[in-house]
Structures are given as structure tokens and as C-alpha cells.
């Protein structure tokens, strides 16, 4: 419907300048509406897709109607075009004013995207029944606008413009004016004509929408009773059909309407007992047609009425040779039967009516039983769905491509809350099957968190064991034993404690010159005096080396308070990296939220799940409910002709036991 092709900006990008536009859009031509709108709101979290201006809001509305969600879709929509409408506006101010500045980057939509918009918006809601919002939207469709860039769409809004109009009491309304303005009212014109003409008129040439307003027309006047202009309305619609030659796209389309054209004009005349007419009109039908087995039918009771009835019995023959999968051709057994019985043949009519009775005896057990084992699998063992990949095909409105693969319940599939039932059980499903797909996913993801956990811990007992193999306590009291005695020092200023290797290497000397010197008696070198001057210079050295060590004490002292700075700023920091170390093998913070996040996603999931589950047991029962309530009809139905067919058997079996007891009589 609205797709990438249709939903135009004023530039179009050649190519995705956003990888997660390109997502979206790839999903989007799959058919997996879901999921574009999912990636699309994932991208608006996370800031947004960048580079395709008014896009993926285009693709977005598209999204929710092939989804089934006409009024987010049109909330969307209408919040585009006021902002193209303010854009527009502000855009006006600019040029009329000078140096003002430009008009901002607003969403632009192309006038004939915007009518478009408006046009399926319409149309949804026209199929879902609520012609109001239909209306509101179609009147908001530029008619000359959208003629000129879609003209088959600008037939079809016509169309069903006048449907509506016919649907509701403005249909014998009048039309004001004859422009092309999509806010016509319905006030008398100077010409007095109904919008109803007016828009027939215009599609006087639109081929296949100006023969379906036709035909609608002419049923509209059966409902109201005026069956003469209706058969007028029918032959000339029948005679304007068979002078064209339709497009090869819609021939099918094309004679299924003239055929559904012949076969009610017929039903008019049978309703008139002109049956002449009706077998007339019924004979140029196919044999093959979508409407040939109602045309056989109708061909029978036509020429039954007319006299004809070896021609009317030949034509059930014909229709009971085919599959009784119809309601309506229930009826056939027993109108053989009558057909046989007015034939002046008794005992086939008599064989016809047993049988008739044999078959709905046998139709009505299996009702009960398809009734009695009705469930869901059995409804879906009866449809065939048509598939693109592996997903169900859907078409421009969400709705599954289906068909019956048991034909009774055609007439139940064919209804739209029928459609519309299937429809959001199928998305459920496939929101069930996303949700448990990602609940495997969270699965995965705690097997990885698992797997982390232990990596982790094996990564803990090992630096565990090399702090215990570095004896840092060791380290520490040491440390603490180093500033214990330099303070110490510094309190009693101990020159000692504060000399250089220099310093002690020299006091070491000095030290020993002086034990030396104590263990030598006087005299003992020889010369009393020399004794006496070896320790006068000892102690001239003692001196100076005591004078240099309390001049460097000042420097001294800062040396070794320097490294004991840096030794405390080294401690300090491993300190801080043991305490970091003993922390994370302590405890995983990431690995904890983590954890909880996917708990918490967990238990989102569940509570979804739950609640998808709820929505599609509401959906069966629907679906389920629809189906049985068809089914209970189809048996009142049969139990009506299997009355019917008794009495008939009754009543012939006592004329042909009469007329034998007459002929014996005779015989006698």
C-alpha cells in the first residue's frame, strides 16, 4: 500500500545513510511489519534515524496500516501533515520577509503522498465499517491532486465517496457545486443533482468503479422497492459491459461482474415470474463462473416454473455432481426431488427424497460432530494459507491471503470481523514466537554471564595467591616501622640516624683510629709525644667530622623524609590497588547489574507472555465463537430440508402405496 516507493519526501535519498533505516526498510519489503516497528521505535530510543528527514515517519504510517492499526496510523499522519502545514506557513513569512531567517528542516510531504495518505486511511476504515472516520478522511483527499498523480486511486475515492453516500440519508441529498474541491456539501445545486449522480457522473468513464457504482445503484433501487428502475439500471449496465473489452489485468474482475450483473436481472424476473427472461439471461452465463452454480440453480427453478422440466432437472443433475460445500446448495437434493416428483415420476422422486434425507441425516452428524471437536487446530486444518518464505502473505490491509480448503466455511471466512479476528491471532502468534525467541536469547546471555562468573572467579583465587606469595603485610609494617623511627629521630635530633653512606663509612673509621688509639700505652711508638699527637689529631678530625655532620643534619633530614614520602605515596598506592583487588574479588558490581537486568527483562517477558497468551485465548474464543454460531445456522438449515425431504418421502410412499392398492383393487 504506502510503501518506501510511495511514501516520498521532496529529496529523496539514493541509498540509507542510517544503518538502522536500512534494517527497517529490509524488514519492510519482507513483510514483517512487526519487526520494522520494533527496529523503528528501537531507533527513535536511541536518538533516532538520522539523514532521511520525514522517512521513516512516512514508513512508520505505512507500517501501521499494513499492521491493522488505522488510527495510530492516521494520529501519525495528521501530526506530519500539520507539521508540514507549519513548515509551509513559516516558510511564507520567510519569503515575504527580509533577512529573516529560513525555514527550519519541518517534515514536507508531496500534496499527492498527502492525499494518498488520507485516501487509505479512509479506505481502512471503510472496510472496518466505520464509515464516519471514513468520511472524515476522505474528505480530506485533494481530488484534483490525487487524479493527477494516481488516477485508479482517484476512481476507486469516487467509488466509495458515493457508497457512502448511499450508505447514509444524504443519498437523496442534493450536490451544491460541480468543482472539483474535496469538500463538497450536499445543498441543492442550481441542477438539483444528488452527490450521488454528481460522482456517478465523474466516473462515467472509469471503467470497472463506474460499473460497481452502477450496479450498487441498481440494488439500492430493489432495496427501495423501485424493482422497474433497477432492471433498467441492470440491462443497461449489462449492455454497456458487454460492448467493452476490459484491460487483461482486470478481465477476471471484469466478468465476474457482468455475470453477478445477469444473475440478479434474472432473480428480478424470476421474482416478476417472468421466467422467459430469466432463462434467457441465465443461459448466457459460463458453466465455469464464479456465480455458475447459483446460475445453475436460478436456471432450475426457472425452468421448472416455465414447464421445462427435464431441462431444470438436468441443470441440479449437473449442480449435485459438483461439491455441496455452500449452504444455499443444501437445498439441491430436495429440489431434485421435487423436480422428479412434478415429472409425474414417483418412485424416482421417491429415491430422491431418501437420499436427500440420507444426506442431511448424514451432513447433520458431521455439523454436530465438527461442532463437538471444534478447536483451533481443526479451524486452521481447514484453511490454506498462502506464504511468502516462511510467513503467512498478507495483504496491503494486514489481512491474510487465505482460502478454504473446506469450503463451508467459505461464507464465515468471507466476512471481515472474521478477517479481522484472524488477523490479530496471527500477529499474536508471531508476537508469542518473537517473545520466546528472545527469551532464548536472554537464556544465552545467562549462560555467558555464567561462564564470566567462573572465568572470574579462577582470576580472583589467582591474585588472591600472588598477594599472599608478595607478603604485603610485610611490606606494610615495615613501612610503618620506617616512620616510627624517623619521626623518633626527628624528635631528638639524632645527627646519627640522618648520616649518608659517606658519612657512616667515615664515622666507621674514625671509630676505629679511636679503639686504636685507646689500646696504645704512652711511649709505646718510641716517642712519648707521638701518642699524645695522634690523639690530639684524632680528635681535631672527631671534631670537624661532628661540626660537618650537625651542618648536614638539615640536609640529611630532608633526604630522608623525601623518601620516606615517596615511600609512603608507593604504599599509599598500593594500598589502594590491594583494596581495589580485594573489592572486585569481594564482589562484581557490572556482573550484579547485569544479573538484574536480566532478571528484570526476564520477568518483562514473562508478563508479556502472560498477557499475549490472554489475547490469544480471546482471539479463539472469537474466532472459535463465529465459526460454531455458522455451524449451529448450516444445521437449522439442514434439519429444515431433512423435515422437508420426510414429508415428501411420506407423502409419496402413501400415494405410491395407494396406487398399488387401487391397481389391485382393479385387478381383482
Known sequence: MLDAALVNADAAPARAKDPAYGWVLYNYHQGEALKALTLLEVARERGGIRGHGAYPELVKGGLMLSYGMPREARD????????????????????RGVGERGANSGVTLVPGIRSQAWFYLGKVFYLEGDYPQAHENFQKVDGPVLEESDSEL????????????????????????SDESPRENLSNNSNGETLVEHLRARLKHSGVWAHYLSYNIAMAEVTDGDVEKAQQSLRELISRMEGETPADDRDSEYRALLDKSRLSLARLHLREARFADALRLLSAMPLNGVFSDTALYDYAVAAAEQGQLQRALDALEALSQRTLFLSWREQVPYARGYVLEQLNQPRKALNAFVQASEHYESRG????????????????????FLRNNDEIATDAYGRLRVMPSDFGISDVLATEPFQQALSELNELYQMQTLLTQREDQFSTFETMLETRRAQRERRSREA????????????????????????????????????????KTLKARLDRV?????????????DGKSVERQRTNYARMKAYFDWTLANDYGVNRWAAQKQLRELNAEMQQFENQRAAIDALVAGDEKHDELAGRLIRKGDDIQSLKA???????????????RLDKALEQQGRELQRYLVASRHAQARLADQLFRAGQSTEAADE
Open 76 to 95: 501519525l499522519f495528521a501530526r506530519l501533515l500539520k507539521e508540514t502545514k507549519d513548515t509551509d506557513a513559516q516558510s511564507g513569512r520567510n519569503e
Open 464 to 503: 588472591r595467591f600472588e598477594l599472599e606469595q608478595q607478603q604485603a603485610d610485610e611490606w606494610v609494617e615495615q613501612q610503618h616501622s620506617f616512620r616510627a623511627e624517623i619521626d623518633a629521630a626527628i624528635a631528638i635530633d639524632d645527627f646519627d640516624f640522618f648520616m649518608t653512606s659517606k658519612q
Open 611 to 625: 498477557q499475549v497468551q490472554e489475547a490469544i485465548a480471546q482471539a479463539r474464543n472469537i474466532l472459535m465463537g
Open 514 to 526: 679511636a679503639a686504636t688509639l685507646a689500646q696504645l700505652p704512652e711511649g709505646s711508638l718510641g
Open 365 to 384: 452428524r458431521e455439523l454436530v460432530a465438527a461442532r463437538q471437536s471444534l478447536t483451533e487446530e481443526n479451524l486452521m486444518a481447514r484453511l490454506s
Open 154 to 177: 482517484y476512481a476507486e475515492w469516487l467509488y466509495l465517496r458515493a457508497r457512502l453516500a448511499m450508505l447514509s440519508d444524504s443519498y437523496n441529498s442534493s450536490y451544491a457545486s
